[in-house]
């Protein structure tokens, strides 16, 4: 494997996004012995905000499961981070620190279902999550996002399967589940992530139209107040299985999503070192 990183031996991995997935991804990586910098944007619009590293950008620092991530103020700073065991978010839609870090693996995890600038000369070994990707053509290798059998299967030469704008079930629901902007406005939530809510309650408001829960549960994941919409903007989700530890762990799906970046980084990269207990 390439020698890049803060120290030889460690492989740096550069993941684009911070959100649930892209976590579930650095998590798993940081936990293998990957120096992990993830890129945001300046107000991201993650929905399960206790387990996205994103919350670094508003916070400073933020925990996942015991992993640790750090805001830094550039390239510098994230390498100083991720030499003391922690994860580094930095702040950079365009992911240009990618040029100046050369990590030996690239994961763009944004989940735009579209590229948005990820291309397979980037590093020694670039990965994409889900629709919008060709491997072989922009990438190296795709990961399956789509809930169902092929969940987190590595794709070697061509697509995921195409984005049907329907969301996977979770507890017996699928759309049902997703809360979405009424209207045009800053959105404000009355309820917390964790709280238990009855079919039509009112979970937040956007310029004083109300969003209401379709299905009785727990509220797995909310956008953080004065965050900007638009209509059909995904503001949270609720949790038919109403579990609330769930709310504050890694999701299953990041965990299979995560297990296929790693099959694909050992694939690609030959192999790398296990982190030493």
């Known amino acids: 494997m390439p020698a890049s990183g803060p120290s030889v031996g460690r492989p740096l991995a550069v993941v684009k996004g911070a959100g649930d997935l892209a976590s579930g991804v650095a998590y798993r990586l940081h936990r293998v012995g990957f120096a992990v910098v993830l890129t945001e944007i300046p107000a991201p619009t993650v929905v399960r905000r206790p387990v996205s590293f994103a919350e670094a950008v508003h916070f400073g620092r933020w925990t996942v499961e015991g992993v640790e991530a750090v805001r830094a103020s550039d390239a510098g700073e994230a390498v100083a981070i991720t030499a003391q065991g922690r994860v580094a978010v930095v702040v950079d839609p365009r992911a240009e620190i990618v040029g100046v870090l050369k990590p030996s693996l690239l994961v763009d995890a944004i989940i735009a279902k579209r590229n948005l600038g990820t291309r397979r000369d980037l590093a020694p070994a670039v990965v994409a999550l889900g629709p919008g990707f060709t491997a072989g053509l922009d990438c190296h290798a795709v990961i399956e996002t789509m809930r169902g059998?092929?969940?987190?299967?590595?794709?070697?030469?061509?697509?995921?399967?195409?984005?049907?704008?329907?969301?996977?079930?979770?507890?017996?629901?699928?759309?049902?589940?997703?809360?979405?902007?009424?209207?045009?406005?800053?959105?404000?939530?009355?309820?917390?992530?964790?709280?238990?809510?009855?079919?039509?309650?009112?979970?937040?408001?956007?310029?004083?139209?109300?969003?209401?829960?379709?299905?009785?549960?727990?509220?797995?994941?909310?956008?953080?107040d004065g965050v900007e919409v638009t209509p059909?903007?995904?503001?949270?989700?609720?949790?038919?299985?109403?579990?609330?530890?769930?709310?504050?762990?890694?999701?299953?799906?990041?965990?299979?999503?995560?297990?296929?970046?790693?099959?694909?980084?050992?694939?690609?990269?030959?192999?790398?070192?296990?982190?030493?207990?």
Do not use: M, Q
């Open 149 to 224: 059998h092929s969940l987190g299967r590595v794709i070697y030469s061509g697509a995921a399967i195409p984005n049907t704008g329907i969301p996977g079930e979770v507890g017996g629901f699928g759309a049902e589940r997703v809360l979405r902007a009424p209207a045009s406005g800053v959105f404000t939530g009355s309820v917390a992530i964790g709280d238990t809510v009855a079919a039509g309650d009112v979970v937040g408001h956007v310029e004083g139209t109300s969003v209401r829960s379709n299905i009785s549960g727990v509220v797995r994941g909310l956008l953080r």
């Open 232 to 277: 059909g903007f995904k503001v949270g989700d609720v949790d038919a299985r109403a579990e609330r530890e769930h709310c504050f762990t890694i999701s299953d799906k990041a965990l299979a999503i995560a297990g296929g970046v790693l099959e694909a980084a050992g694939t690609l990269l030959g192999g790398f070192r296990l982190a030493e207990s």
